[in-house]
Nanobody
């Protein structure tokens, strides 16, 4: 079991930015893909952004053009850069990873609140 620990959440005004970090106990370049999910009390956990082992990235339509997912394989950290944040981005954000056999690892989540 790989441990994933998120950080970087907080309160930000609409239009502001945050960068979430996910520190992995394993090598970030040893996953088939890593991603960020988010959920609220009323919405199920949903995929926000994904980065593959080959660094191909994909994004939910709701965040495309505003969020950027990246890895630092030297530090074993997954990032989610969030720009032009909107109130609807308010959620608990989770780091997630799949190995090459499909085994999943989840972080505990970090809260992002976008409010004026």
């Amino acid at each position: 079991q790989v441990a994933l620990v998120e950080s970087g959440g907080g309160l930000v005004q609409p239009g502001g930015s945050l960068r979430l970090s996910c520190t992995s106990s394993g090598r970030t370049d040893n996953f088939y893909y890593m991603d960020w999910y988010r959920q609220t009390l009323t919405e199920p956990r949903a995929l926000v952004a994904r980065i593959t082992a080959l660094r191909t990235t994909s994004y939910a339509d709701s965040v495309k053009g505003r969020f950027t997912i990246a890895r630092d394989d030297e530090k074993n950290i997954l990032y989610l850069q969030m720009d032009n944040l909107k109130p609807e981005d308010t959620a608990l954000y989770f780091c997630h990873a799949n190995d090459y056999v499909g085994k999943e690892s989840w972080g505990q989540g970090t809260q992002v609140t976008v409010s004026s």
